[in-house]
């Protein structure tokens, strides 16, 4: 959805248990009608931002607005809120219908809306059929739908998800994720989304957030972190990454990194968007699909940018593309992803080849390392 209407402003919250600084001065936009993943490693504040955004916990500092009105003071019941818990929480003893009934009849809505709503809703989540049953009848994907019907129910502006999918197996896992996408748009709700699944993220978001220790490394549009990661823990946090290390040694226009088993050439400019200057510590890092695999026999073919020899050490067939594991001299060992009928050579293991990357697929990132200073 391209509707970049502010609605939910975090601005510096910090909150800390005790010692422990759990959420540290974050500051993010979420837009009206998106699909936000907040993304990140276990016990990096993921859970402690949305229960402050429901209202469960107080930020110690910083404003929380929502429609340009402040949320904290505001009682958790009477914010435009729903949050969707892991265990569903669901009324075992209700029907389905019932338990997304639940919260209209709490608030005394006429009858005759009660059940024009819940009936519309279990028709969006496909539920329809089971509204008498119980939720101990139904398999973990149902329960879970009734969970979904029951926070969208009550048409909160803003539903907040804290990882929705683990409790499922892999298979319903990877469906579930394009019917909450759908679902998404069918009720104009936003949707923020906790999950430690790059690759969920990737398949459903618009927008995501990497947190860590506290913090938010980035955000923007999924691409944009996949593409441009402004380091190297959202590089490898968004995705599989060959990273090659060094010292930025920029003479004039020609900038290249200078490591231990070579000297890469990177795009000009890269530095600068990376705020990286000469001398500084940093690292190339190439996404599997990026890296080129070729006899090491051939011709190159087209611009080959930097390239480096190795061995074929391993391969997975992955249905329509085929992973190479390739090992270099110095042991240092990448992965090259190739799509199945356009590789340039069938390789087994044991096979030399070349390994290449164009300069503009080679992602500049700050390096917080010990390579060697440059001498003089
Ligand atoms: N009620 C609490 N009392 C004390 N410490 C807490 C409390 N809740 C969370 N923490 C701590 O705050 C930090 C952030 O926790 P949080 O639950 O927000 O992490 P998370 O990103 O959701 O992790 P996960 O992916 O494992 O769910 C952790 O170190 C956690 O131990
Ligand atoms: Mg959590």
């Not at 229960?51 to 435009?80: C, E, H, I, N, Q």
């Not at 050439?265 to 705020?275: K, T």
Request: charged share 20%; hydrophobic share 45%; net charge neutral.
């Amino acid at each position: 959805m391209n509707n970049t209407n502010e609605l939910i402003r975090i601005e510096a919250v910090t909150h800390r248990f005790g010692q422990m600084l759990a959420v540290d001065n974050v500051s993010l936009t979420i837009h009206e009608n998106e699909f936000f993943a907040l993304l990140g490693p276990s016990g990096c504040g993921k859970t402690t931002l949305l229960r402050m955004l429901a209202g469960f916990v107080t930020p110690d500092s910083g404003r929380l607005m929502l429609d340009g009105k402040d949320l904290v003071g505001v009682k958790p019941y009477r914010r435009p809120v729903n949050m969707m818990f892991q265990s569903y929480a669901l009324f075992p003893h209700m029907t389905v219908y019932d338990n997304v009934a639940y919260g209209l009849r709490q608030e005394k809505i006429a009858k005759a809306e009660v059940a024009q709503r819940t009936a519309e809703v279990l028709e969006m989540v496909g539920l329809s059929g089971l509204a008498r049953r119980k939720p101990d009848t139904l398999s973990g994907g149902q329960r879970q739908r009734v969970a979904l019907a029951r926070a969208v129910v009550k048409r909160p502006r803003v539903l907040l998800l804290d990882e929705p999918l683990t409790a499922l197996d892999r298979k319903l896992r990877v469906e579930m994720r394009l019917e909450l996408k759908r679902l998404q748009h069918e009720v104009g709700i936003t949707f923020l989304f906790v999950t430690h699944d790059q690759e969920e993220a990737l398949v459903m978001s618009d927008r995501a957030a990497i947190m860590n220790a506290g913090k938010i490394l980035q955000f923007g549009t999924v691409e944009e972190l996949y593409e441009s990661p402004n380091s190297l823990f959202v590089a490898n946090f968004m995705g599989e990454s060959n990273v090659f290390t060094g010292r930025l040694v920029v003479t004039g226009e020609d900038v290249t990194l200078a490591g231990n088993s070579g000297t890469w050439q990177v795009a000009p400019d890269a530095h600068r968007r990376a705020n990286l200057t000469h001398g500084d510590s940093a690292a190339i890092v190439v996404r599997p699909e990026r890296l080129r695999v070729e006899s090491a026999a051939s011709a190159p073919v087209g611009e080959i940018g930097n390239a480096l020899e190795g061995m074929v050490t391993d391969l997975v067939y992955l249905g329509s593309t085929i992973e190479y594991l390739v090992e270099l001299r110095d042991k240092t060992r990448l992965v090259g992803r190739v799509q199945v009928g356009q590789q340039f050579g069938d390789f087994k293991p044991g096979a030399t080849v070349r390994v290449s990357w164009n300069i503009q697929h080679g992602l500049l990132v700050a390096h917080p390392s010990s390579a060697a200073p440059l001498a003089k």
